[in-house]
């Protein structure tokens, strides 16, 4: 019996119930070509790339949009009283080198080119979205699947701590990403090394050098990051073998160019040198606690001179081992102090020879930032607010900011979401999470630990290096931290989530294999 063809229409189903094909209804069946040519064309896109990058570029453009919904929100970027200095710096001067001149000059390039500050803060975006998508190539070379490396980046984006720090205009963003940027270049660097010691080509020396520009660009964007860059370079020396001299060559001469730059380049064309109060601020305020502790272990002549600066009352009323700003920025306090800073500093020396608990104790109490997984005593991590205030934190009614040219930048200009953003960063601060999202600290301990079991199961203790950088910040902000300020342990958390990825590694014998 033969057997009936039903045609091409029955094998679509369209033409057999009388609906409309849209390749039957177009001349020469173009329409439906051009749908069914288009997966194809998709195809032989992604079949340009190589199978190693797609993933990373997927993360790329994963993070990108999702910082990009931030960047949009506070277009063109959160502030804080630093920004406002910043545009000072650039618009009405002087230039002063009290925070970053490299940063200052990253303000003024996107001033003068675009007329606002807006491509500065998506030039952070790509770059924080750069830096997580390589991560996913790199932690894969140590046998992670690079899903869960790129999921991690996406939950790091979509964190409102992390996502809407990256759109800060702070000089603590570039220097974030800096750093953070070392934790992929040495995972990517001890991946090379192999039981025959390191491998001798090209790779090695090129990860070094990028290294060290990332540990130049940690000293240039923090005053403080040279000593940051030294306690990493320390710990990299006992870590990692055969390339250690190496790995010192490249810190010292990113902080001995740092220190040409600041005593030398930068006041040679003519930015100013910063106070003393950037350097001693803390120590002032080390001084009141102690005062307010025991004001009988001062002597008339301490006193004297401790009045010299602000009455006595005021240097005990301001005492608060969480917050040295609170005695450095009573009214005239740092232009009195800078006048007597030899006798203030000769003071502070005896009061720690004398009472070492009280300056001690105010330190650590101060440091709290780097080492507390709770905030105690009402100190908060700052996480700062998501609308910039009209007074621009107290700087509104000076005239070089009242009259700068670019003093409408000083204020959220939402392209999309603002309110759905403003929501999720006030929610991130609740008493039951901030501890997790705002809390550095915390997540130093996770990284410490995520990377020691690693390291443990591994049996290979160069691999103790990817947490360095963490352990070099910490202890950093615990020894000299001003203020309990967010912005100083945020490499830990960028770094700590991103680490998490390492407990689900593979064997070493699959770290070649497989792209997902």
């Known amino acids: 019996m033969p057997v009936h063809d039903p045609g091409p229409a029955a094998d679509t189903g369209v033409a057999a119930a009388g609906q409309h094909d849209p390749a039957r209804a177009s001349p020469n069946g173009t329409a439906g070509r051009g749908l069914r040519q288009s997966p194809r064309l998709a195809g032989r896109l992604t079949g340009r790339v190589p199978p190693p990058w797609r993933l990373p570029l997927g993360t790329y453009a994963a993070c990108q949009v999702i910082f990009g919904f931030w960047w949009g929100a506070f277009y063109p970027g959160l502030m804080s009283r630093d920004s406002i200095v910043y545009l000072q710096h650039v618009t009405t001067g002087p230039w002063v080198d009290n925070h970053s001149v490299l940063y200052d000059s990253m303000v003024w390039l996107s001033l003068h080119t675009t007329g606002d500050l807006g491509a500065l803060t998506l030039a952070q975006t790509i770059a924080m979205s750069a830096a997580l998508a390589y991560t996913v190539s790199a932690l894969r070379r140590l046998g992670v699947r690079g899903r869960w490396t790129a999921l991690a980046a996406v939950i790091v984006a979509a964190l409102p701590p992390l996502g809407s720090f990256v759109i800060f205009v702070w000089k603590d963003v570039p220097f974030t990403i800096c750093a953070y940027l070392v934790v992929p270049t040495l995972a990517h660097l001890v991946s090379l090394r192999g039981p025959a010691g390191w491998q001798h080509d090209r790779r090695v020396k090129r990860l070094i050098a990028v290294l060290g520009l990332e540990l130049l660009g940690m000293c240039l964007f923090r005053q403080d990051g040279f000593l940051i860059v030294?306690?990493?370079?320390?710990?990299?020396?006992?870590?990692?073998?055969?390339?250690?001299?190496?790995?010192?060559?490249?810190?010292?001469?990113?902080?001995?160019?740092?220190?040409?730059?600041?005593?030398?380049?930068?006041?040679?064309?003519?930015?100013?040198?910063?106070?003393?109060?950037?350097?001693?601020?803390?120590?002032?305020?080390?001084?009141?606690?102690?005062?307010?502790?025991?004001?009988?272990?001062?002597?008339?002549?301490?006193?004297?001179?401790?009045?010299?600066?602000?009455?006595?009352?005021?240097?005990?009323?301001?005492?608060?081992?969480?917050?040295?700003?609170?005695?450095?920025?009573?009214?005239?306090?740092?232009?009195?102090?800078?006048?007597?800073?030899?006798?203030?500093?000769?003071?502070?020396?005896?009061?720690?020879?004398?009472?070492?608990?009280?300056?001690?104790?105010?330190?650590?109490?101060?440091?709290?930032?780097?080492?507390?997984?709770?905030?105690?005593?009402?100190?908060?991590?700052?996480?700062?607010?998501?609308?910039?205030?009209?007074?621009?934190?107290?700087?509104?009614?000076?005239?070089?900011?009242?009259?700068?040219?670019?003093?409408?930048?000083?204020?959220?200009?939402?392209?999309?979401?603002?309110?759905?953003?403003?929501?999720?960063?006030?929610?991130?601060?609740?008493?039951?999470?901030?501890?997790?999202?705002?809390?550095?600290?915390?997540?130093?301990?996770?990284?410490?630990?995520?990377?020691?079991?690693?390291?443990?199961?591994?049996?290979?203790?160069?691999?103790?290096?990817?947490?360095?950088?963490?352990?070099?910040?910490?202890?950093?902000?615990?020894?000299?931290?001003?203020?309990?300020?967010?912005?100083?342990?945020?490499t830990p958390l960028f770094a700590g989530v991103m680490l998490l990825p390492l407990l689900l590694a593979r064997s070493p014998g699959h770290e070649a294999g497989g792209q997902g």
Request: one cysteine or more.
């Open 230 to 490: 030294a306690l990493a370079a320390a710990a990299l020396a006992v870590l990692i073998t055969g390339i250690r001299i190496r790995l010192i060559a490249v810190a010292a001469s990113a902080i001995c160019l740092t220190f040409l730059l600041h005593v030398v380049v930068y006041p040679a064309v003519g930015v100013q040198r910063p106070g003393s109060s950037l350097i001693v601020g803390p120590s002032w305020a080390d001084i009141a606690v102690a005062y307010a502790r025991s004001p009988s272990s001062f002597t008339p002549a301490d006193q004297r001179l401790m009045a010299r600066v602000v009455p006595l009352a005021e240097w005990k009323k301001s005492a608060d081992c969480y917050d040295s700003d609170k005695t450095n920025y009573l009214p005239h306090f740092t232009a009195r102090a800078e006048r007597v800073k030899v006798q203030l500093l000769e003071l502070w020396l005896r009061v720690l020879r004398q009472s070492p608990g009280a300056i001690l104790g105010a330190r650590i109490c101060r440091g709290s930032i780097a080492w507390a997984v709770f905030a105690s005593h009402g100190a908060v991590a700052f996480p700062y607010d998501s609308r910039i205030p009209a007074g621009l934190f107290g700087a509104a009614r000076q005239q070089d900011v009242r009259d700068n040219p670019y003093r409408h930048d000083l204020a959220t200009r939402p392209l999309w979401g603002k309110s759905v953003a403003h929501r999720l960063r006030v929610r991130s601060t609740s008493r039951l999470v901030a501890w997790l999202l705002w809390r550095g600290a915390t997540w130093s301990y996770i990284a410490y630990l995520t990377v020691g079991i690693f390291a443990l199961r591994r049996r290979n203790w160069a691999l103790l290096s990817l947490a360095a950088i963490v352990a070099a910040q910490q202890l950093t902000a615990l020894a000299d931290s001003p203020t309990q300020v967010f912005r100083y342990m945020a």
